[in-house]
């Protein structure tokens, strides 16, 4: 079946610009997490969404960050005001169950945003 | 806090020899461990996971990982690798009480066989 897709696959934008990134996970599934890896580094935790809403966005660098998953499954991950730090690869994963330490979580091939 | 350390960047190794990954972890509380491949412009894989009962674990593609609590240490290991293993290896805690499922995860250890 389909797996976890991420649009766009890259995206370069200038500082101060405003962009979304779309996350599509396996239908059916209530969890939604989203990392954000640098170069050079692991994935680090973002957000993570329990059906609709977000059950912990303890992850997220400031207010400029904000995400939505209104329907319980696509999920988009806002960032205002960008800045060259915020240049990395942006990764969705999602899981079947509702937010379970043992559950295998099943990543996107991520977005590439870049900050000039 | 939990934190996960892989001791090797990069990892070069022949075709057919064995191989070994290496992850630490710190943590006062309980964890389960991941161990994800990520291979070139994909996705990270599951490769397997320790969440309890016996230590070694195995996984796909001939990968095994041994879970030692008192070294705590979750290293990976295949005894053969194949040209296709090239990847990065991730390592990765979650708490096993009182999260949502989030990933701590390693640096990454980039393996790369050689013909």
């Known amino acids: 079946g389909a797996g976890v897709s991420q649009t766009p696959s890259n995206k370069v934008t200038e500082k101060g610009k405003y962009v979304e990134l779309r996350c599509d996970p396996i239908s059916g599934h209530t969890a939604l997490y989203w990392y954000r890896q640098s170069l050079g580094q692991g994935p680090e935790f973002l957000i993570y969404?329990?059906?609709?809403?977000?059950?912990?966005d303890s992850g997220l660098p400031n207010d400029r960050f904000f995400a939505v998953r209104p329907e319980g499954s696509v999920s988009t991950l806002k960032i205002q005001r960008t800045e060259r730090g915020d240049s990395a690869v942006y990764l969705c994963a999602s899981s079947p169950s509702y937010g379970h330490s043992t559950d295998t979580q099943y990543f996107g091939p991520g977005t590439r945003l870049t900050v000039l | 806090a939990q934190s996960v350390t892989q001791l090797d960047s990069q990892v070069p190794v022949f075709e057919e020899a064995p191989v070994e990954l290496r992850c630490n972890y710190s943590s006062s509380v309980s964890v389960y461990l991941f161990w994800y491949v990520q291979y070139p412009n994909q996705g990270l894989q599951l490769l397997l996971k320790y969440l309890s009962g016996s230590t070694l674990v195995k996984g796909i593609n001939g990968f095994e990982a041994e879970f030692n609590k008192s070294q705590t240490s979750f290293h990976l290991r295949k005894p053969s690798v194949h040209i296709s293993d090239t990847a990065e290896y991730f390592c990765a805690v979650s708490l096993a009480r009182g999260s949502q499922g989030n990933l701590i995860f390693g640096k990454g250890t980039k393996l790369s066989v050689k013909p």
């Open positions: 969404f329990q059906g609709t809403g977000a059950a912990d």
